[in-house]
């Protein structure tokens, strides 16, 4: 369980989707960006918000950010992969 406010350096697993849980009060605004660009990777992440039960909220493919305020707190999970796995 990842807590807010956190930079997490990690490196993608290959061909896989990589997940981290998160604990999010209701209200509460979360933005979750992949820094691969920036650190010249030629990973092309897709990031994906889910419930507690792994359906995803919101899908991010074009190596942008996730930024959204959460209603109802809770378990969240976000999935990261490349593009093309």
């Not at 994906?48 to 995803?56: K, S, V, Y």
Request: hydrophobic fraction near 45%; charged fraction near 20%; include cysteine.
């Amino acid at each position: 369980m990842l807590p807010l406010n956190t930079v997490c350096n990690a490196s993608m697993t290959s061909q896989a989707v990589d997940h981290y849980a998160i604990e999010v009060p209701a209200g509460q605004r979360i933005v979750v960006e992949c820094a691969a660009r920036g650190i010249d990777s030629k990973a092309s992440p897709v990031l994906i918000l889910a419930d507690a039960q792994g359906n995803d909220l919101q899908v991010e493919r074009r190596g942008g950010v996730i930024d959204r305020t959460i209603a109802e707190a809770g378990k969240y999970i976000v999935k990261v992969h490349d593009l093309t796995f």
